[in-house]
């Protein structure tokens, strides 16, 4: 039997090159996405044209009971689990603090924060081996925004993936002894559509050529990292938060 990897937000962006890396990989995916069936369907199509079993489950993650539901899936159709990227993430426009409402920033940290927690919690009741579980790996889609504080952008999603570190290094050490690892990757300015959600679609253009290694990257080199530290070749990685930024 193959291995089941779950990604949350994998029906876009770094999500989706993730699902296509996993299954040439030869893992089976489920697919999480928020509201775009079509794209989660799509991603679903290509997984199985690598031979491997896909399904495509929506879940608010912000939401408790739809990851419950997300999860209950994902015993379902696939009765294992082995691997879950946590990757589900949202930025709001970019804007200075001073002018950022409430509702605002209770959506990015209940998506980014509240969301990673109940993903990451529903993963190792199933993986540790103390529950019953055969162990896994977890790998939390963090950013380099945790250390750059993304002034005058959105500090309020920066500090979400400051608590996202927080949270890997703390869970990986207390979950090590039961067959589970934890570790985040931190990307850079990566071509995906969530620079359009911030309000400016042309970010990686802007600042790509300013950059140490002189551009933005792409998805599919944060999955490259991701999927090695799921792999068995990172055994003895854990509460590792990986940089993927071109030396940013
Ligand atoms: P993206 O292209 O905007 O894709 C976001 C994905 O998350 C989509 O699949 C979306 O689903 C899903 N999603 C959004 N809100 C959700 C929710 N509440 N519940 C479940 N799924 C939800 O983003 P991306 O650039 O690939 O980013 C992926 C992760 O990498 C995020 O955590 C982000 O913070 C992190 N990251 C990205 C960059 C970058 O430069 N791109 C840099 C550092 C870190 P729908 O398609 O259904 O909306």
């Known amino acids: 039997m193959s291995k089941t990897m779950l990604i949350t937000g994998a029906s876009r962006?770094?999500?989706?090159?993730?699902?296509?890396?996993?299954?040439?990989?030869?893992?089976?995916?489920?697919?999480?996405?928020?509201?775009?069936?079509?794209?989660?369907?799509?991603?679903?199509?290509?997984?199985r044209a690598c031979g491997r079993h896909a399904a495509a489950?929506?879940?608010?993650?912000?939401?408790?009971?739809?990851?419950?539901?997300?999860?209950?899936?994902?015993?379902?159709?696939?009765?294992?689990?082995?691997?879950?990227?946590?990757?589900a993430g949202i930025v709001a426009l970019q804007s200075r603090l001073e002018d950022m409402s409430g509702e605002r920033i209770q959506r990015v940290l209940a998506v980014n924060v509240?969301?990673?927690?109940?993903?990451?919690?529903?993963?190792?009741?199933?993986?540790?081996?103390?529950?019953?579980?055969?162990?896994?790996?977890?790998?939390?889609?963090?950013?380099?925004?945790?250390r750059i504080g993304s002034p005058n952008e959105y500090i309020d999603y920066a500090a979400t993936k400051g608590a996202m570190d927080s949270m890997t290094i703390g869970l990986a050490r207390e979950v090590a002894g039961?067959?589970?690892?934890?570790?985040?990757?931190?990307?850079?300015i990566i071509e995906t559509e969530i620079h359009a959600l911030g309000g400016e679609p042309g970010r990686c253009a802007r600042m790509g050529p300013g950059l140490p290694i002189g551009r933005s990257g792409t998805a599919e080199e944060v999955a490259a990292v991701a999927l090695w530290l799921v792999?068995?070749?990172?055994?003895?990685?854990?509460?590792?938060?990986?940089?993927?930024?071109?030396?940013?």
Do not use: H
């Open 231 to 248: 792999s068995d070749e990172a055994s003895y990685v854990t509460g590792a938060l990986v940089d993927v930024t071109g030396g940013r």
């Open 178 to 188: 039961v067959g589970v690892r934890v570790n985040a990757v931190r990307p850079g």
């Open 57 to 87: 489950i929506q879940a608010d993650v912000a939401e408790e009971a739809q990851v419950m539901a997300l999860y209950d899936a994902v015993d379902r159709k696939f009765g294992r689990l082995d691997a879950v990227i946590n990757n």
């Open 114 to 146: 509240f969301g990673a927690f109940m993903v990451a919690r529903e993963a190792v009741r199933r993986m540790s081996t103390e529950r019953g579980g055969a162990g896994g790996a977890i790998v939390n889609m963090s950013s380099a925004a945790s």
């Open 13 to 47: 962006g770094i999500g989706a090159a993730c699902a296509r890396l996993a299954a040439a990989r030869g893992w089976d995916v489920a697919v999480n996405y928020a509201g775009n069936a079509e794209a989660a369907d799509a991603v679903c199509a290509e997984v």
